[in-house]
C-alpha cells in the first residue's frame, strides 16, 4: 500500500515498488504557483531525490489543470515589490525546476490539461511527457508583458532554439500534437486511458535494472553536446567497464542469457 503525505498544496505517494507520485493539489486554482507551492515541491523532489528505495518520480496534478503558471495573487504581491525581493522570489523557482531537473530518479510528467507558463517548464524538466490528448500548452509570459526566464534553459533544451522563439515571441497555444512534434511530449494518450498507460509503462520501466537506469541518466548528460575527441571515448569506455564489471551488470546479463527475469537485489543492485 502507497503511503500518502499531505500539504496544502503537494501530495507525495511512495509505492512498495518505488515509484514516488508528486501531485499538485490545487485544482480550485488550476495547480498555479505561488511561493509556497514552490517551497513545497521543491522540497518534496529533494527528498524523494534522497530515498535510496524511490526509482521513478511521476509528477502529476489533481484537476482539469496541470498548472496554470504563476497564480494572480501571488504575482499582484510580486508586482509591489522591488528588484532584490523579486530576484530571490525568482531564485526560488530557478531551484525548483533546478531540482527537478538535476533529479537522479527517472521522471516522468503527466499532463492531463492545461500547462501554461511554468507548467510548461515542468514538463520540460521532467525525462518523458506523457500527455492526455485533451492537454494544451502555452507560453503566455509575453502577454502580460514579462518572459519564460527561469524556465528557459530547459524549455529550450527540449524544444529547440526555433520554437522556442516562436512561442515564447507568440504565447499562441498549442495543442499535445504540435507539443510531441516539437519533441516537449513523448507520448499523447487518449484522455480516459491516462491512468492505465501509465502504469503499463512504469512497470514495464522497473524491469529494468535500478543502476542502469540512473547511470543511463547521468551518461546523457555527460555526453549532450560534447565533442568526439579521445577524452570523450575513453570516458564512455571506462563507464560500460564499470557496470558490466557490476553485481548489476552481471544478473542482468545472465538473466538475458538463461531467459529469465533479472533479480535486481540489494545485493544485485550495490553501487559500483
Not at 103 to 120: E, H, M, N, P, R
Not at 130 to 137: E, G, I, N, R, V
Not at 156 to 174: C, D, L, P, Q, S
Not at 191 to 200: F, G, K, S
Given at each position: 500500500?502507497?503511503?500518502?503525505?499531505?500539504?496544502?498544496?503537494?501530495?507525495?505517494?511512495?509505492s512498495k515498488k518505488g515509484v514516488?507520485?508528486?501531485?499538485?493539489?490545487?485544482?480550485?486554482?488550476?495547480?498555479?504557483?505561488?511561493?509556497t507551492v514552490i517551497n513545497n515541491?521543491?522540497?518534496?523532489?529533494?527528498?524523494?531525490?534522497?530515498?535510496?528505495?524511490?526509482?521513478?518520480?511521476?509528477?502529476?496534478?489533481?484537476?482539469?489543470?496541470?498548472?496554470?503558471?504563476?497564480?494572480?495573487?501571488?504575482?499582484?504581491?510580486?508586482?509591489?515589490?522591488?528588484?532584490?525581493?523579486?530576484?530571490?522570489?525568482?531564485?526560488?523557482?530557478?531551484?525548483?525546476?533546478?531540482?527537478?531537473?538535476?533529479?537522479?530518479?527517472?521522471?516522468?510528467?503527466?499532463?492531463?490539461?492545461?500547462?501554461?507558463?511554468?507548467?510548461?517548464?515542468?514538463?520540460?524538466?521532467?525525462?518523458?511527457?506523457?500527455?492526455?490528448?485533451?492537454?494544451?500548452?502555452?507560453?503566455?509570459?509575453?502577454?502580460?508583458?514579462?518572459?519564460?526566464?527561469?524556465?528557459?534553459?530547459?524549455?529550450?533544451?527540449?524544444?529547440?532554439?526555433?520554437?522556442?522563439?516562436?512561442?515564447?515571441?507568440?504565447?499562441?497555444?498549442?495543442?499535445?500534437?504540435?507539443?510531441?512534434?516539437?519533441?516537449?511530449?513523448?507520448?499523447?494518450?487518449?484522455?480516459?486511458?491516462?491512468?492505465?498507460?501509465?502504469?503499463?509503462?512504469?512497470?514495464?520501466?522497473?524491469?529494468?535494472?535500478?543502476?542502469?537506469?540512473?547511470?543511463?541518466?547521468?551518461?546523457?548528460?555527460?555526453?549532450?553536446?560534447?565533442?568526439?575527441?579521445?577524452?570523450?571515448?575513453?570516458?564512455?569506455?571506462?563507464?560500460?567497464?564499470?557496470?558490466?564489471?557490476?553485481?548489476?551488470?552481471?544478473?542482468?546479463?545472465?538473466?538475458?542469457?538463461?531467459?529469465?527475469?533479472?533479480?535486481?537485489?540489494?545485493?544485485?543492485?550495490?553501487?559500483?
Amino acid at each position: 500500500m502507497a503511503k500518502e503525505k499531505s500539504t496544502a498544496s503537494v501530495l507525495t505517494t511512495i509505492s512498495k515498488k518505488g515509484v514516488a507520485r508528486l501531485t499538485l493539489n490545487k485544482p480550485e486554482l488550476h495547480n498555479a504557483f505561488d511561493d509556497t507551492v514552490i517551497n513545497n515541491l521543491t522540497a518534496a523532489i529533494r527528498k524523494v531525490d534522497q530515498n535510496e528505495t524511490v526509482r521513478i518520480l511521476i509528477l502529476d496534478a489533481k484537476g482539469p489543470s496541470f498548472s496554470a503558471g504563476a497564480d494572480l495573487n501571488w504575482m499582484k504581491r510580486m508586482a509591489g515589490f522591488g528588484w532584490e525581493e523579486n530576484y530571490q522570489d525568482a531564485l526560488k523557482l530557478a531551484g525548483l525546476m533546478q531540482a527537478l531537473y538535476e533529479c537522479s530518479k527517472t521522471t516522468i510528467a503527466l499532463v492531463q490539461g492545461a500547462a501554461i507558463g511554468g507548467g510548461v517548464g515542468l514538463a520540460a524538466c521532467c525525462d518523458l511527457v506523457l500527455a492526455s490528448d485533451k492537454a494544451l500548452f502555452c507560453l503566455s509570459e509575453v502577454k502580460l508583458g514579462l518572459i519564460p526566464s527561469v524556465i528557459s534553459p530547459y524549455v529550450v533544451k527540449a524544444i529547440g532554439e526555433r520554437n522556442a522563439k516562436r512561442y515564447f515571441a507568440t504565447a499562441e497555444k498549442f495543442d499535445a500534437v504540435e507539443a510531441k512534434a516539437i519533441q516537449l511530449v513523448h507520448k499523447i494518450i487518449p484522455h480516459d486511458n491516462l491512468a492505465n498507460y501509465t502504469e503499463d509503462f512504469v512497470n514495464r520501466v522497473l524491469a529494468n535494472g535500478p543502476n542502469a537506469m540512473k547511470h543511463a541518466k547521468a551518461l546523457v548528460e555527460y555526453v549532450v553536446d560534447k565533442p568526439i575527441t579521445e577524452v570523450l571515448v575513453l570516458e564512455t569506455a571506462q563507464r560500460i567497464a564499470d557496470i558490466r564489471s557490476s553485481n548489476e551488470g552481471r544478473e542482468g546479463v545472465s538473466a538475458f542469457l538463461e531467459k529469465r527475469p533479472a533479480n535486481w537485489t540489494a545485493k544485485h543492485t550495490s553501487e559500483f
